[in-house]
Nanobody, 120 residues
Framework: QVHLVESGGGLVQSGGSLRLSCAAS????????MGWYRQAPGNQRDLVAS???????NYADSVKGRFTISRDNAKNTVYLQMNSLKPEDTAVYYC??????????????WGQGTQVTVSS
């Protein structure tokens, strides 16, 4: 069994900051890419940022310069530092991890989601 547990969401005013965390636990052999997605009501789930096991990152244009993704491989944890938040950043944020378990093939796992609300 593999689980992704997210934390750090909440309510913040426009211009504020939040830091999201997502820890993968369970029978894990190797964690490959990790990333954050978000989904606002009525919209599809979109990529926010991703990071490879070697630390190479990729960002959606809408968050470049404001969000920073990082990871701690020893803890199988990925972070998303969100600065200069805007109301349009309001969404449920989901963590995704591409990993191989000791008894499972390589596949993607999703966290349960954490709500981020930015007030104007």
């Amino acid at each position: 069994q593999v689980h992704l547990v997210e934390s750090g969401g909440g309510l913040v005013q426009s211009g504020g900051s939040l830091r999201l965390s997502c820890a993968a636990s369970g029978s894990i052999f190797r964690v490959n890419g990790m990333g954050w997605y978000r989904q606002a009501p009525g919209n599809q789930r979109d990529l926010v940022a991703s990071i490879t096991s070697g630390g190479r990152s990729n960002y959606a244009d809408s968050v470049k310069g404001r969000f920073t993704i990082s990871r701690d491989n020893a803890k199988n944890t990925v972070y998303l530092q969100m600065n200069s938040l805007k109301p349009e950043d309001t969404a449920v944020y989901y963590c995704k991890a591409d990993l191989t378990g000791w008894d499972t093939d390589r596949k993607a796992y999703w966290g349960q989601g954490t709500q981020v609300t930015v007030s104007s």
